[in-house]
T-cell receptor
Framework: ETGVTQSPTHLIKTRGQQVTLRCSSQ?????VSWYQQALGQGPQFIFQ???????GRGNFPPRFSGLQFPNYSSELNVNALELDDSALYLC?????????????FGSGTRLTVV | DQQVKQNSPSLSVQEGRISILNCDYT??????FLWYKKYPAEGPTFLIS?????DKNEDGRFTVFLNKSAKHLSLHIVPSQPGDSAVYFC????????????FGTGTRLQVTL
């Protein structure tokens, strides 16, 4: 098992810019979810991908988009960055769309928008 | 609206004693509950879970209790150890929602010597 790896670990962007965050799922996992954790808050569900298709979305605007690739790695793209997008972005993978007890989280990407 | 609430931002417990972390929820559709532990600079790590058809689940030093009528769950850690010092998140999910987890805001547990 290699676990879930995310890159980069830290990132600083300017308001209005676009950003791409990357996630490499744990070996054998075909489902990936992305969460946003603002300071002092719990993680909030952005969306989930299963076999390269979006399979559920939280209360986030369309400027948050994602991709899952055939090797089950994933990207989170955020366009037109706003100051409130500053947060820790967590990627989590599992081996299916079963209950989330099997989710393995990465260490996250800390995004700062200035 | 905060559907999962952890009203205690922090808790301090002596080593060897019991730690009790509480969580309340408002959404009646939630039928699966989880606890995650998070150390600084690491992602959340799954600790223990419980289905709504049970009222208790135990795993070693960790026990989760669910009171559906009160929409309340608690995590008991006995005995508490210094390595348990971390932020604990309560999370919930509902069947048919793509395993979306709804998290609470977390409780920081400090286990002192």
């Amino acid at each position: 098992e290699t676990g879930v790896t995310q890159s980069p670990t830290h990132l600083i962007k300017t308001r209005g810019q676009q950003v791409t965050l990357r996630c490499s799922s744990q070996s054998g996992h075909n489902t990936v979810s992305w969460y946003q954790q603002a300071l002092g808050q719990g993680p909030q569900f952005i969306f989930q991908y299963y076999r390269e298709e979006e399979n559920g979305r939280g209360n986030f605007p369309p400027r948050f988009s994602g991709l899952q690739f055939p090797n089950y790695s994933s990207e989170l793209n955020v366009n037109a960055l706003e100051l409130d997008d500053s947060a820790l972005y967590l990627c989590a993978s599992s081996s299916g769309t079963e209950r989330a007890y099997g989710y393995t989280f990465g260490s996250g990407t800390r995004l700062t928008v200035v | 609206d905060q559907q999962v609430k952890q009203n205690s931002p922090s808790l301090s417990v002596q080593e060897g004693r019991i730690s009790i972390l509480n969580c309340d929820y408002t959404n009646s559709m939630f039928d699966y509950f989880l606890w995650y532990k998070k150390y600084p600079a690491e992602g959340p790590t799954f600790l223990i879970s419980i289905s709504s058809i049970k009222d208790k689940n135990e795993d070693g030093r960790f026990t989760v209790f669910l009171n559906k009528s009160a929409k309340h769950l608690s995590l008991h850690i006995v005995p508490s150890q210094p390595g348990d010092s971390a932020v604990y998140f309560c999370a919930a999910s509902a069947t048919g929602t793509a395993s979306k987890l709804t998290f609470g805001t977390g409780t920081r547990l400090q286990v002192t010597l």
